[in-house]
């Protein structure tokens, strides 16, 4: 499985973890999408991906919350050999215009898990 995730810095967690770079603020509707990541199966077996977020403390203290969400609506397996893609998107929820700095930013990783279908 390769992933492609221009917004995110590899993170030492793992083979498919992933942290935010860069610090935002909640829009006024205090919903906010992160950029997408694209997951693509180039193997020879199927695949079911799983994805998930993790916040830091002072962001859940702070009343945000955070899923990840598939945009693509492709199929739950990841075909061999055809390169087949899914695309995430992590989106956070929390109080409106809620500044996230960059040493929050940071620990918010979003990771993938996968396993022959």
Partial sequence: ????????NKSDGGNFA????RSFTLNSSGFTPLSQVTATNSGDVDLVVTAGVTLPATLTAAGV??????????PATLKAGANNKAVYEVRLMGPKN?????????????SFTYAAA
Avoid: C, E, F, Q
């Fill in 65 to 74: 919350t955070a899923v990840v969400v598939r945009t693509d609506n492709g």
């Fill in 18 to 21: 992933y942290t935010y770079k």
């Fill in 98 to 110: 809620y500044d996230v700095a960059m040493p929050d930013a940071k620990k918010i990783t979003l």
């Fill in 1 to 8: 499985m390769d992933v492609t995730a221009s917004d995110w």
